[in-house]
Structures are given as structure tokens and as C-alpha cells.
């Protein structure tokens, strides 16, 4: 435990959510407050900005700016996906970093991501200490994935699972106003993990949502996805279907794989067009009208539904990362430790070791879906309900939303 | 003028919006509360209803519920898309039309829709004045495709387009998130009018929003578009374009009409998978990395994000119709009247004759759409902007919407 004088670089990276911002927020404010951190930089585009020098002197933005992060969708300074070398193999990264750090007296690094920036964090972390570099490193979490380890869930869940759940709430409403019929499949995101598929159920839970939910915790059977979607238009005329982008077959082919070969730079496969995919089967085997919609970018930016819950814990886990590194602590992710039970729902930050939470993916457990593979059970609902409660009261100019606006002044 | 006593029938027809009930609610609680309407209707799946003798007795609901109509998106009645031929040539329905209202001593009919719908209105009018029977009939204007005649805009109109402008603004963030650049393109409805497109500008002008907007009232230029998307691609390293569903070639070809062939009940062609195909073009022709998005049907559900001014106003032509109609007026449509200047937005009811209102399309004028055409100019900003004010207080259950219930009783 060394407590380190000396600047600090925050940095962004992986996909963004409508919260990224709330944590980075956090992160900063702390900083610039505490009496340890003599300089508060933010990494333009993540880890490339380090690579690159591209460092924002935070201290001189308007702190009614900083004040607006949290209303803001998207990572403010730029987000990045790259990923490091094994630094056994190649570490001509890590020693730019290193000069880099140097440079600017760096001794805090905090990083804002999912899984693959987990890794990154850790990776930086082992290097610095393996050339004897005190600096102390934290990792910030965030995903909409809601797949990190080592944490009840992750700042961003939530607000996604907002705007679906509201979102298929409305879409209920519409797909199936007409007495002719419809088949809707709404495709949401999630590579590997249902959580943001189920979000789904809970509309379905308030009584206006899919009728039937696909998660990829569990194999995709084209035959049996049909005879779900007969079974309800035959029952009642109509049928919602939430799907996420992962479902994939027995073997771990993505149902989507036929329509897309291109992979992003972590060598994920970039999956969509599954909705309109299933819709044409749909439609060709059941000659019924159909429809296929993608909630895309708009699940992950939709801050005009943020959840005010997602939002105060995301903040919290910016904070609670200056304040423990400050402290002196080192080479952890800020994770949430939370208790449902009749006296209502409890979060509090803690500290998690960054080689638990990098690289791992949390699934929903299996015992959480129902024994049709269609859809999720109470359990599922009690843990994400309590995640989407409360409403920002957002800032607003003529009738549309009023986001940060940084100077993003390069440090010297 | 003929102030009749007796029931009245409100029916709901075409593509849904997120404001469609509340002229609906202020049409029952008008029709309710009114002296002269013994009886109040709501027919299921619009004409339908009152052809397959499908009537709700709206007295029985609650009238809590019935408040909540202005929350909830989509047609509470049910909607259906059902065009009544020619009288002269069949008159079968319009003798059904006319059985169903002696067996209910219907006097009043409110149709609720948008070009298609007052012209059923229109003609069922028409058809009752020719058979000498008694009853005041008026158009509710609702469409998000703000393309009917004889009002500044319609109910409908201003919901959407605040989602797409909020919805827009937020994708702006996201799109440019990262630096090795993205064309995104979405897909907005509007078959030959590019009022919703034209939004989009709104979050442009907001600061955070499309660079490219094309209209369908522009003939499309596949060449000149590539051309735009590539000068903005270079100078800024990203580019979001905002499309209507609509644009097509000089010779009136869809660009989407290769996607698909598939035409609703009044012929018009399905369009959809035009965003998709527009990002396939560029990412060919650039070699850029692409996304293509479709807002859907959620931009014309999206109650969270209605404009209070259009709730307000949807409410108003509903309770104008019943007020109207109650005063011995018939055969009008309510339009909306409305006047921007320096003491700011005023706007009231007014009667336009449903002969004039019935299948006629409004489109943007040219003059609000710039040079290029791929923007639209400051005029078409003054007409939008002073729609979308306002916030509804959305009354929430567990941090999701609290839809209208309604008992839905059927008519005896």
C-alpha cells in the first residue's frame, strides 16, 4: 500500500453506455478534490491516447460541464478497442506507456471498461510493478453486457435494461393493434450473456412485453423457436419475441453467423440483422405478417431513460476508485456488493482483484430461465428490478437534451 | 346544423402514435360529460368494429384508466387498415354501416386517423347525408407522417419527432465514439413526406446530430449521396446520415423498393431494410465500417418521450371534434391553427372541411430544404422546434410506464 502523489489519467474504452460518463464523472471530481493527485488527465480514446500523447488537462474544463457527464450518453473522451500485446512476447506498449507516465508524473491510471479493459488495466498493472513504477491502478467497470465477474452487476446494465424493458413495453402496445395479426421480433444485445435480453421479461413482468425471450445461455433450436411462436399466434393473434444477438445453435454457430462475417478488434464476430432474419422465417413458414426490429446503438446511448439508481452507482464506482487507490490501494476493479430481501435493495462499493474480473464472463444462471428456454423466471426479475429504479431529472434546451460540452484541452 | 341527441361511436384506424389515445380521451370524457351523447362507443379495430358489430360501451370504464389514455402509446382501441369502396360501385358496407348505427342510435361518429381514414370518413358522411339519416360525423387528425392538409400539423407528428431528434441526438454520441471512424445511417418513416426526417435536423441544430438529412420531397442521387457522405467522412472522420424510408430516384423508384415487394391494405408498399442497404453501399464503395439503423415502430411509440405540447393539443381535436359536433357541425375534420412570432408558439382548433382534408399529402415545402439537398434550412426549425416542448409526468409503476387498463366491455 504506497500513497502516491502525482497526476492522474483516466481513460475510456470498449463500447459505451448511457452511464460511462456518470463513473468517469466520478472519477474526476475526486480527483481534482483530493489533495494527492496533482494533475487530472483524461485519455483521448482510451489507452490509444496514452500511446499516442493525446492527454486532456481535465482541470480546466467548466465545472458545470463536468456536472453534465452524468446526463451524457457515450464516452466523453473518446473510447478505443485495442488490446495489448502479452508483454512477455512484445512489450514495446507497455514501454510507452511507461514514458509516457513518466512524462506527466503518472501515478494514477484508472480505466473505465468492460472485460477486454479489465485485462488491460491488469496487464498495465503487472508491468509497472514488474519495473518497479509505483503507480497505483484501478479498474472501473462498466458494460451493458452486465458479463464482468467479481461484481452483483455492472454500471450501464441497468440503464439498457430501462430503455428495453420501456422500449418493448411500447413496442407491446403497437405490434399488435391491428385484428390482422403480426409476429415482432425485437433483437437485443448480448454476445454471450442474457442480462440484457432478459430485461425483455420485465416488461412482459408489468404486463406488457415479449411473449417469448430467447437468452444464449441456452442452445437456440430453430423447430422450437416455431412451434413457441405458433403455439402464441395461434392463442392470441399476435406475438412479441425478444431475442438476443447471441443465440446461437447446439454446436455455438450464431444464428446470425450466416448474415455477417465481419469481426471487430478484440476478433468478436459483429453480430445483426438477426431480427430480420428470424422474421423471414417466421414469415415463410407461417405466411404470417412480420416484422423485425433492432434496438442497435439506441440500447446503449438511451440516457434519456437512464436508470437514477444505474446512474448514483455508476458515480459511486469513479469515486470509490480515487478514493481507495489514494489510499494507497492497487491493481483492483470498484465492483458492487448488493442484499434484496425485505427490507429493500442495498449497494455498496468494494474491491474486486483485477485477474478475477478480467477475461471472465458472468452468465445469468441457468436455474433463472424457464424450463422451455422461452423465457426467464422470478429469480431474474428480483435481481434486475431494483437495478432500473428511478428517473434522472434531466437538463433539457428546447425540448431536447442538453449533454456536456468539454473543451478537451491537450496537456503540454 | 343539427344538434342530435344519441350515441356516439369513436373508432381508431391506421398506423398508431404515441399521442393517438390521447385524442381519444378527449373525445370519451368530452363525449362523456356531454348532455346531448347518451351513449358512448369505442369501436374495436376502427371501421371493423363497427362492421363486425365490435363495440365497447366506454361508460363502463373506469374513469382513473381513462385518464391514463394520454400515457399510452398506440391505438387503446385497436386500429386496422381498411379502405370502404367506392358507394356508388358497392354499397354493402355502408348499409352495414348504417344498420349498426340505427340498431346503437348512433348520431355521432368520430373517425380517429390520418389520410386514408378521413376519407373513410368522408365517405360514410357523405352516404348518410344521401340516406337522409341524421348524424354529425368529424375527422381526429393523428399521424406521425404530418402529411395532412388543412392544419399546421398534426397530433402524432410532434411525439415522433422529439424521439427522433432525442433518439438522434444520443446516436450522434455514440457513432463517433471511437477513433477509426463509422458511417451510421438511420432509417426514419415518412413514405412521401419528410417531415420525421427532417427532425432528425432538429438534433443537428441542438448541436449533436446527423450531418447528412435527405427528404424524400428531393429526388435521391446515389452518386451525389456517396459523394456527401464522403466529404464529411474525411473532414471529420465520421459521418451520420438521417434518410427517410421514402427517398427515391428522379423516376420515382424507391431506393429501399429492391428490399422488398410486400404492400399493406391501402397498396402502399412496405418499405424497411433501407438503412441496412444504404451502410452495404457505402462500406462497398468506402471500405469504411458501417451501421445502419432502423427506428421503427418505436418511433412512433415512444410515449416516454411525447411532446406535452402534442399531448395537449391531440386531447384538444378530440374534445374540438365532440364540441362541434354536439353544436350541430358535421363533416369536418379539426385541424390546428397556429401562429410563431416574437410573443412565441399559439395554436387552437379549427374546422377543416373533411372533403379537403381527406387523401391529399402534405409534404416540406422546397424552400425549407437547402441547396445540396441533404439538410433542411432554419424555416423548417422554426415550424418544428415549438411542437416538441414540453415533458409529460408519466406516471410510473416499478420504473417502468403505467399503461391505460381498459375493461374493454362489449356493447349489448
Redesign the interface.
Known amino acids: 500500500m504506497e500513497q502516491l502523489k502525482g497526476a492522474c489519467i483516466i481513460g475510456q474504452s470498449g463500447g459505451?453506455t448511457a452511464v460511462i460518463n456518470a463513473s468517469a464523472q466520478g472519477v474526476i471530481q475526486t480527483a481534482l478534490a483530493s489533495g494527492q493527485i496533482t494533475k487530472v488527465y483524461g485519455a483521448?480514446?482510451g489507452i490509444?491516447g496514452v500511446l499516442g500523447d493525446q492527454l486532456y488537462d481535465m482541470g480546466q474544463e467548466d465545472p458545470a460541464e463536468l456536472d453534465l457527464m452524468k446526463f451524457?450518453?457515450?464516452?466523453a473522451l473518446?473510447?478505443?478497442?485495442y488490446k495489448l500485446a502479452d508483454p512477455d512476447v512484445d512489450d514495446t506498449d507497455y514501454q510507452r506507456i511507461l514514458e509516457i507516465f513518466k512524462k506527466y508524473d503518472v501515478r494514477y491510471f484508472f480505466y473505465n471498461g468492460g472485460n477486454d479493459s479489465m485485462d488491460t488495466c491488469n496487464k498495465i498493472s503487472k508491468y509497472m510493478q514488474k519495473v518497479g513504477y509505483p503507480c497505483n491502478i484501478m479498474g472501473v467497470p462498466k458494460t451493458i453486457d452486465n458479463d464482468l465477474s467479481g461484481t452483483d452487476h455492472c454500471p450501464g446494465y441497468a440503464s439498457a435494461a430501462?430503455y428495453i424493458?420501456?422500449?418493448c413495453?411500447?413496442?407491446y402496445?403497437?405490434?399488435r393493434?391491428?385484428?390482422?395479426g403480426m409476429v415482432?421480433i425485437v433483437e437485443i444485445m448480448g454476445r454471450h450473456a442474457g442480462w440484457l435480453a432478459g430485461a425483455a421479461a420485465?416488461?412482459s413482468w408489468?404486463?406488457?412485453g415479449p411473449d417469448l425471450v430467447y437468452l444464449p445461455e441456452v442452445d437456440f433450436d430453430m423447430d422450437k423457436f416455431l412451434a413457441d411462436v405458433k403455439k402464441v399466434y395461434e392463442a392470441q393473434g399476435n406475438c412479441l419475441v425478444a431475442v438476443s444477438e447471441g443465440i446461437h445453435y447446439a454446436d455455438g454457430t450464431f444464428v446470425s453467423e450466416a448474415k455477417t462475417s465481419a469481426t471487430d478488434g478484440f476478433g468478436h464476430a459483429q453480430l445483426?440483422?438477426l431480427a430480420?432474419m428470424l422474421a423471414d422465417v417466421v414469415k415463410k413458414e407461417m405466411g404470417v405478417k412480420v416484422?423485425g426490429?433492432?434496438?442497435?446503438?439506441?440500447q446503449?446511448?438511451?440516457?434519456?431513460?437512464a436508470?437514477k439508481t444505474d446512474v448514483d452507482e455508476a458515480y459511486a464506482v469513479g469515486k470509490a476508485a480515487v478514493e481507495a487507490a489514494v489510499s494507497g490501494q492497487t491493481d483492483y476493479m470498484v465492483g458492487l456488493d448488493c442484499t434484496r430481501d425485505a427490507s429493500g435493495y442495498h449497494c455498496q462499493t468494494k474491491l474486486v482483484p483485477l485477474t478475477e474480473a478480467a477475461n471472465t464472463e458472468r452468465k445469468v444462471p441457468l436455474e433463472w430461465i424457464n424450463a422451455e428456454g422461452n423465457g426467464v423466471k422470478q429469480e431474474f426479475i428480483d435481481y434486475a428490478?431494483p437495478l432500473?429504479?428511478?428517473?434522472m431529472d434531466r437538463p433539457?434546451?428546447?425540448?431536447?437534451?442538453r449533454?456536456a460540452?468539454l473543451k478537451k484541452v491537450l496537456a503540454k
Chains 1, 2 share one sequence.
Open positions: 459505451p483521448a480514446h490509444k451524457t450518453p457515450s464516452s473518446g473510447s478505443c478497442r430501462k424493458a420501456t422500449s413495453m411500447e413496442l402496445q403497437d405490434a393493434v391491428y385484428d390482422t415482432c420485465l416488461a408489468a404486463g406488457s445483426g440483422g430480420a416484422r426490429i433492432e434496438l442497435s446503438l439506441l446503449r446511448c438511451g440516457a434519456h431513460l436508470s428490478l432500473i429504479q428511478g428517473e433539457l434546451e428546447n425540448g431536447m437534451p449533454f460540452k
